[in-house]
């Protein structure tokens, strides 16, 4: 009977620590979804045939997806249309702008335009250094009219380019646009801690990137954040002393609440719900960040311009209630915020759905003397 009673609380104790190591390991994983640093491979589809300007490629969830993407191989790109009718267990798309690739090419289908600013769209742009507190960041700067400058800010473990959707509408207007870097991007000085601080580091080097256009005469700025970057645009307005000389702000797919966003993150991932809480308490003790300040629904910012903010409804990474939460936060406030949902499209992907209606919101929210609601 002894031995029985032993062994019954050897097996419980094991089950308790197995219990244990996996709840730790998903915290543990779930932290790292939110702030490790990732580089991204080179390929994620390839080019099985080629027909005049139609481009043929294995269909995977990506490459299945209706609008406006991008396809970029070795030392190249092309704009591919919409998906063409009829390719069964393909996806046969055109080339709108770029290069015909060979078939058997492997690339990297993708939402972002490729390159840098020439690349992308032909636009003319010099790359600048940026001092930041933990050293020089690169910057492309695109120049315009006037002292009011556009600063994109790309978002978590993005890059640059993820930027220039927006470029062409911004040259048009002739607005000076500059589309920075920060801590932990490739090129730019790392973080301490090598981890990403979800905004609460961040945004001192848009401060940074904004102090030193004022070297180059910009004297007001408009704010332009995707994604993570929506968050470091928030911090920067409200703890900023720069964050007065902002005159508006566009937020695509904004990581408005870090709570909600790891809440989505568990159910993406099929974890239990509880996972969420105990993920951010993994990122207090990694980075020192507490991820209950880093809402703008429950810490509004500081200073609060005139606001569009653009977010998919299908959006899995930042659920559209984070915008939903905002808006809400925003009408109690008297803050102006022009909320357009679009009905289609994954994460950041307003544009690649209805690219002239996210051209339209844009150009008519940053042309001199309209009404930002």
Same mark, same amino acid.
């Given at each position: 009977m002894?031995? @029985?009673?032993?062994? &019954?609380?050897?097996?419980?104790?094991?089950? !308790?620590?197995?219990?244990?190591?996996?709840?730790?390991?998903?915290?543990?994983?779930?932290?790292?979804? $939110?702030?490790? +640093?990732?580089?991204? #491979?080179?390929?994620?589809?390839?080019?099985?045939?080629?027909?005049?300007? @139609?481009?043929?490629? !294995?269909r995977t969830p990506?490459? #299945?997806?209706?609008?406006?993407?991008?396809?970029?191989?070795?030392?190249?790109?092309?704009?591919?249309?919409?998906? =063409?009718?009829?390719a069964g267990d393909r996806v046969t798309r055109k080339v709108l702008r770029g290069h015909v690739p060979s078939a058997g090419t492997p690339g990297w289908f993708g939402n972002v335009p490729p390159g840098d600013p020439e690349v992308a769209w032909g636009i003319g742009y010099t790359e600048i250094m940026v001092p930041t507190e933990l050293g020089p960041a690169p910057a492309w700067y695109v120049p315009g009219e006037g002292d009011t400058w556009v600063v994109a800010v790309h978002g978590q473990n993005g890059r640059r380019k993820a930027e220039l959707k927006v470029l062409p509408v911004v040259h048009g207007l002739r607005l000076p646009f500059l589309d920075i870097s920060y801590r932990n991007d490739q090129g730019a000085p790392a973080s301490p801690d090598g981890l990403l601080h979800l905004g609460d580091s961040e945004w001192r080097d848009l401060e940074a990137a904004l102090r030193h256009a004022r070297t180059m005469g910009a004297r007001r700025f408009v704010l332009y954040g995707t994604s993570m970057g929506g968050q470091v645009v928030g911090q920067f307005l409200d703890r900023s002393p720069l964050a007065a000389l902002v005159d508006r702000v566009v937020m695509d797919a904004p990581m408005?609440?870090?709570?909600?966003?790891?809440?989505?993150?568990?159910? !993406?991932?099929h974890l239990p719900a509880f996972m969420a *809480?105990?993920?951010?308490?993994? +990122?207090?003790?990694?980075?020192? /960040?507490?991820?209950?300040? @880093? $809402?703008?629904?429950?810490?509004?910012?500081? /200073?609060?311009?005139? @606001?569009?903010?653009?977010?998919?409804?299908?959006?899995?990474?930042?659920?559209?209630?984070?915008?939903?939460?905002?808006?809400?936060? *925003?009408? &109690?406030? *008297?803050?102006?915020?022009?909320? %357009?949902?679009?009905?289609?499209?994954?994460?950041? %992907?307003?544009?690649? =759905?209805?690219?002239?209606?996210?051209?339209?919101?844009?150009?008519?929210?940053?042309?001199? *003397?309209?009404?930002?609601?």
């Open positions: 002894r031995a @029985l009673v032993k062994r &019954r609380l050897w097996i419980a104790g094991l089950a !308790t620590v197995v219990v244990m190591g996996a709840t730790g390991a998903g915290a543990w994983f779930g932290s790292e979804q $939110s702030i490790g +640093v990732v580089r991204y #491979g080179t390929g994620n589809t390839e080019v099985l045939a080629v027909r005049g300007d @139609l481009v043929t490629l !294995t990506e490459t #299945g997806k209706p609008g406006t993407y991008w396809l970029e191989w070795t030392g190249s790109y092309a704009m591919l249309g919409d998906v =063409v009718p009829g408005i609440d870090v709570g909600m966003t790891a809440e989505q993150g568990v159910r !993406t991932h *809480g105990l993920s951010n308490q993994v +990122v207090r003790w990694r980075t020192g /960040v507490d991820p209950d300040r @880093l $809402s703008l629904i429950r810490r509004p910012p500081r /200073v609060r311009p005139p @606001l569009l903010l653009i977010h998919t409804v299908p959006d899995t990474e930042h659920p559209i209630q984070e915008a939903y939460g905002l808006v809400a936060a *925003g009408r &109690r406030l *008297g803050w102006e915020i022009r909320f %357009e949902p679009f009905e289609r499209g994954g994460h950041t %992907e307003a544009w690649n =759905v209805d690219r002239a209606r996210y051209d339209r919101l844009v150009r008519d929210f940053l042309s001199p *003397g309209a009404s930002p609601t």
